[in-house]
């Protein structure tokens, strides 16, 4: 991911042909996401977004906690997607639309910010 991030399209490319040389894979739904932001492939992307929703919302450690109700993951990649220009049609209720577009913040009117600014002086 942090190639991903960085614009290093060679690094991710060469760690991707070392994963697919391994004999024990590790989840194909990360796979699949870089691969599809490398190649800018919306279908892939979805693909491998809804594989990880899908193994999120099954994995029975997540029962009961705060976990089960948002899959960071699966957002987190959704938004970076997005960042890179690749269109993304994810919207779960683990994943919803709405947390992965883009939202300007007028930061001026959070009240909170200003008391902790006043709070360290």
């Given at each position: 991911?942090?190639y991903?991030?960085?614009?290093?399209t060679e690094?991710v490319?060469?760690?991707?042909?070392?994963?697919d040389?391994?004999?024990?894979?590790p989840?194909?739904?990360?796979?699949?996401?870089?691969?599809?932001?490398?190649?800018?492939d919306?279908?892939?992307?979805d693909?491998g977004l809804?594989y990880?929703?899908?193994?999120?919302?099954?994995n029975?450690?997540?029962?009961g906690t705060p976990d089960?109700?948002?899959?960071i993951p699966a957002v987190?990649?959704a938004k970076l997607a997005k960042?890179?220009?690749?269109?993304?049609?994810i919207?779960d209720?683990?994943?919803?639309?709405?947390v992965i577009?883009?939202?300007?913040?007028?930061?001026?009117?959070?009240?909170?910010?200003?008391?902790?600014?006043?709070?360290l002086?």
């Open positions: 991911m942090k991903l991030v960085l614009d290093n690094e490319v060469k760690h991707l042909e070392a994963i040389k391994l004999k024990k894979k989840d194909l739904g990360y796979e699949k996401v870089f691969k599809a932001i490398v190649e800018k919306e279908k892939l992307l693909e809804r990880l929703i899908d193994r999120h919302k099954k029975g450690e997540y029962k089960e109700l948002f899959s987190a990649l960042l890179k220009g690749i269109k993304v049609e919207d209720e683990i994943a919803p639309a709405e577009e883009k939202h300007d913040v007028n930061y001026e009117l959070l009240d909170f910010l200003k008391m902790g600014e006043n709070m002086k």
